[in-house]
């Protein structure tokens, strides 16, 4: 099972919330990414976690604050977000051994109001 | 900047046709994967094809890659409504963990 889970699926918040975008898998994959996607644009890559570890920050705004509690979660919190971060979020995970096939999950949906 | 550029960017076709959509790419490369994502949701693996690889094969789908021009073709033979989606090609470079995403093609599938 490649499953990649979302929650939730849609949100909208304003500029002064608080929110966070979570991400689940059970694959035993140990390496899971957040994309952000605007329309009709590829996702753009914004974190890597590898074995629990951040390895990789796309020189992304503090604004976005990833988390990875244990080996089968990923947390995106969200604070102070403008306008212009209203995006898709794509989730994915993948073995984790460098070259492999990515999964993912549906994305949320984020409206910043 | 985004390592693969595709094209073209759009692309509609009858049901029963092929469609070839293109990706070119900048660097040295580990592999191109190609992904389909329909409207507004995740992206789904289609194929991935080695640097040391020149031709792969799933289904209805033909992916070519050639390194010496550093581009990459997906093929979709007797096309069906069901494979309107946006294609997008991303190349795994030889160091790092991550993988770039080309601008993409939708594709139109007419009835």
């Known amino acids: 099972d490649t499953e990649v889970t979302q929650t939730p699926k849609h949100l909208v918040m304003g500029m002064t919330n608080k929110k966070s975008l979570k991400c689940e898998q059970h694959?035993?994959?140990?390496?899971m990414y957040w994309y952000k996607q605007k329309a009709k644009k590829p996702p753009e890559l914004m974190f890597v976690y590898s074995y629990e570890k951040l390895s990789i920050n796309e020189s992304v705004p503090s604004r976005f604050s990833p988390e990875c509690p244990n080996s089968s979660l990923l947390n995106l919190h969200l604070h102070a977000l403008q306008p212009e971060d209203s995006a898709l979020y794509l989730c994915?995970?993948?073995?984790?051994?460098?070259?492999?096939?990515?999964?993912f999950g549906p994305g949320t949906r984020l409206l910043v109001l | 900047s985004q390592q693969g550029e595709e094209d073209p960017q759009a692309l509609s076709i009858q049901e029963g046709e092929n469609a070839t959509m293109n990706c070119s790419y900048k660097t040295s490369i580990n592999n191109l994967q190609w992904y389909r994502q329909n409207s507004g949701r995740g992206l789904v693996h289609l194929i991935l094809?080695?640097?040391?690889?020149r031709e792969k094969h799933s289904g209805r789908l033909r992916v070519t890659l050639d390194t010496s021009k550093k581009s990459s073709s997906l093929l979709i033979t007797a096309s069906r409504a069901a494979d309107t989606a946006s294609y997008f090609c991303?190349?795994?470079?030889?160091?790092?963990?991550?993988?770039?995403f080309g601008g993409g093609t939708r594709v139109l599938v007419k009835p």
């Open positions: 991303a190349v795994h470079k030889a160091a790092g963990n991550k993988l770039t």
């Open positions: 994915a995970s993948s073995q984790g051994t460098g070259e492999e096939t990515q999964y």
């Open positions: 094809i080695r640097s040391n690889e």
């Open positions: 694959t035993g994959h140990r390496a």
